[in-house]
């Protein structure tokens, strides 16, 4: 079996956690930072702060809380 992400619900892609442990698909928790007024953890609602690092071809996504 494998890990489904809680936004989509499906097979983890590219996946990333965030500070307060959950994880998520990379471009779901792209589209619900970006559409969420509150900025926040779609499980906990607990604060969200990230930046994308793009070096070359290489796409980092970090976040702080």
């Known amino acids: 079996m ?3 992400c809680p936004v989509c ?4 892609r ?3 956690k965030t ?7 990379k471009n779901c928790l792209c589209n619900v930072y970006k559409l969420s007024p509150a900025k926040t953890c779609p ?3 607990a604060p969200l702060e990230y930046y994308i690092s793009k070096r070359n ?3 980092k996504l ?3 809380s």
């Open 2 to 4: 494998y890990d489904s």
């Open 9 to 12: 619900l499906g097979r983890l």
């Open 14 to 16: 590219r996946q990333v």
């Open 19 to 25: 500070p307060c442990k959950h994880t998520f698909c």
């Open 43 to 45: 499980l906990c609602r």
């Open 57 to 59: 071809s290489t796409i």
């Open 62 to 64: 970090v976040f702080f």
